[in-house]
């Protein structure tokens, strides 16, 4: 187990970095440490980290599949971009890192976050086991309604100084395990507003009506290729129909069913650049049984063809 502060990026964290101050850094390095137990999903590193400003640009290669849970910052949004891909979220949050995936983002001001990282060769077993979906699958979604992830990480981060203690590894391995599916829970279905008293030193006031619509959109981002029923939505968060659509376009810029579309649209751009599936594979993923219709709203959603997107015409959103 490493602490410290330092102007310069400790461990991992130095890869590909442009630019970055790490205020404060923990992390439990348990590749080479034996197991008593043969649990089947071994942690590579854990760890906990503050940073200042930070720019980062590269291509997730070194380590294997990490879950990146960003628990608070000074901005109200991080924006990542993923092998061109824009995506967008509140904290807290988390990133999933997949190997081979190309990232970029920019962090204004300090972020704190807490990772797990698992070894490379371990994504079909992860794939298997249901915590990833693969290729297309979305990197970001929001935790904001889970105060037991604090609990959690704070007893984790406890037992880095007796990594080398016999069972300490071994218990380590399973909470991570642990964390990891509630994290995936959360982004399959998400639970509903809440303080985040513990820990982070605020108290939240109930979330209003407009806080619960911002929840369920960035819900429909870990949900957009799934069917939604927008009026049994309405009906769930305690509004009308009519009460629910006019908040939501006000709040999100468009109409409930024109905001799936496009988060649909963007899970095929990822689709297209990450998968083997074909252009009418991706059409019908999205639910778009026209393989001409999904082409134009393509087109006038990214300004080029799925084909040409595919081949690395396009480089992020149009908008």
Same mark, same amino acid.
């Given at each position: 187990? !490493?602490?410290?502060?330092?102007?310069?990026?400790?461990?991992?964290?130095? =890869?590909?970095?442009?630019?970055?101050?790490?205020?404060?850094? %923990?992390?439990?390095?348990? *590749?080479?440490?034996?197991?008593?137990?043969?649990?089947?999903?071994?942690?590579?590193?854990?760890?906990? #980290?503050?940073?200042?400003?930070?720019?980062?640009?590269?291509?997730?290669?070194?380590?294997?599949?990490?879950?990146?849970?960003?628990?608070?910052?000074?901005?109200?949004?991080?924006?990542?971009?993923?092998?061109?891909?824009?995506?967008?979220?509140?904290?807290?949050?988390?990133?999933? +890192?997949?190997?081979? %995936?190309?990232?970029?983002?920019?962090?204004?001001?300090?972020?704190?976050?807490?990772? #797990?990282?698992?070894?490379?060769?371990?994504?079909?077993?992860?794939?298997? $086991?249901?915590?990833?979906?693969?290729?297309?699958?979305?990197?970001?979604?929001?935790?904001? *309604?889970?105060?037991?992830?604090?609990?959690?990480?704070?007893?984790?981060?406890?037992?880095?100084?007796?990594?080398? %203690?016999?069972?300490?590894?071994?218990?380590?391995?399973? =909470?991570?395990?642990?964390?990891?599916?509630?994290?995936?829970?959360?982004?399959?279905?998400?639970? +509903?507003?809440?303080?985040?008293? !513990?820990?982070?030193?605020?108290?939240?006031?109930?979330?209003?009506?407009?806080?619960?619509?911002?929840?369920?959109?960035?819900?429909?981002?870990? =949900?957009?290729?799934?069917?939604?029923?927008?009026?049994?939505?309405?009906?769930?968060?305690? &509004?009308?129909?009519?009460?629910?659509?006019?908040?939501?376009?006000?709040?999100?810029?468009?109409?409930?069913?024109?905001?799936?579309?496009?988060? =649909?649209?963007? $899970?095929?751009?990822?689709?297209?650049?990450?998968?083997?599936?074909?252009?009418?594979?991706?059409?019908?993923?999205?639910?778009? !049984?026209?393989?001409?219709?999904?082409? $134009?709203?393509? +087109?006038?959603? &990214?300004?080029?063809?799925?084909?040409?997107?595919?081949?690395?015409? *396009?480089?992020?959103?149009?908008?």
């Amino acid at each position: 187990m !490493k602490k410290g502060r330092s102007t310069a990026a400790r461990g991992h964290v130095a =890869r590909h970095i442009l630019e970055q101050r790490i205020d404060e850094i %923990e992390w439990c390095s348990l *590749g080479d440490v034996p197991r008593r137990l043969r649990f089947p999903f071994p942690v590579t590193v854990v760890g906990w #980290i503050i940073t200042g400003a930070v720019h980062y640009r590269g291509t997730h290669r070194s380590f294997g599949t990490e879950f990146c849970v960003r628990l608070r910052s000074c901005d109200a949004t991080a924006v990542d971009f993923v092998n061109g891909v824009r995506h967008e979220c509140s904290f807290p949050h988390v990133m999933m +890192k997949r190997h081979g %995936e190309r990232h970029e983002y920019r962090a204004s001001g300090w972020r704190e976050a807490f990772y #797990i990282i698992y070894p490379p060769g371990m994504e079909a077993a992860l794939r298997r $086991a249901g915590v990833d979906d693969g290729h297309g699958a979305l990197p970001m979604w929001p935790v904001g *309604g889970a105060p037991d992830l604090l609990d959690s990480i704070r007893e984790m981060r406890a037992l880095f100084p007796r990594r080398l %203690e016999p069972g300490v590894a071994d218990e380590l391995d399973a =909470r991570c395990w642990a964390l990891v599916t509630r994290l995936v829970a959360l982004r399959d279905h998400p639970a +509903k507003p809440a303080a985040l008293e !513990k820990g982070l030193g605020k108290v939240f006031s109930r979330p209003s009506d407009d806080d619960r619509i911002r929840a369920f959109s960035m819900s429909l981002q870990a =949900r957009c290729m799934k069917p939604v029923d927008f009026a049994a939505e309405a009906r769930a968060l305690g &509004f009308s129909r009519s009460v629910f659509y006019r908040r939501f376009t006000a709040l999100v810029g468009e109409p409930p069913e024109k905001h799936l579309a496009n988060l =649909r649209l963007d $899970a095929a751009a990822r689709l297209l650049r990450e998968s083997p599936l074909s252009i009418k594979q991706v059409a019908f993923a999205i639910h778009d !049984k026209s393989p001409s219709h999904f082409a $134009a709203a393509f +087109k006038a959603r &990214f300004g080029t063809t799925p084909r040409a997107w595919r081949d690395g015409g *396009g480089s992020g959103f149009s908008g």
